[in-house]
């Protein structure tokens, strides 16, 4: 069974830092392109980082770029998104899924279940 987990979510004040994480099993993790997706009342759904297998080739939205960094360890099946500077805007759910590479289209269904960022002014 595909299975993405992730863990790392809280709360923080603007200007801190947070780190998640997306473990993978069930399937060829290090052969998928992978991403990073954020969901909010105020910003609705948004498309964070996303990754290529190799782990060298990364893409970012311009509202984290600087400072968010995506990165995998594909010997861990696992994937990361370490979250700097903070701000309000921020705040939101986060969840972690297979796309389809040079899109923000997720691979069959498979996202994880979500965890809530939520960032203090």
């Known amino acids: 069974q595909v299975r993405l987990v992730e863990s790392g979510g809280g709360s923080v004040q603007t200007g801190g830092s947070l780190t998640l994480s997306c473990a993978a099993s069930g399937y060829t993790y290090s052969s998928d392109c992978m991403a990073w997706f954020r969901q909010s009342p105020g910003r609705g759904h948004e498309g964070v980082a996303r990754?290529?297998?190799?782990?060298?080739?990364?893409y970012y939205a311009d509202s984290v770029k600087v400072r968010f960094t995506i990165s995998r360890d594909n010997a861990k099946n696992t994937m990361y998104l370490q979250m700097n500077n903070l701000k309000p805007e921020d705040t939101a759910i986060y969840y972690c899924?297979?796309?389809?590479?040079?899109?923000?289209?997720?691979?069959?269904?498979?996202r994880s279940q979500g965890t809530q960022i939520t960032v203090s002014s």
């Open positions: 990754i290529k297998p190799g782990g060298t080739i990364t």
């Open positions: 899924a297979a796309i389809c590479c040079g899109s923000w289209s997720k691979k069959n269904n498979c």
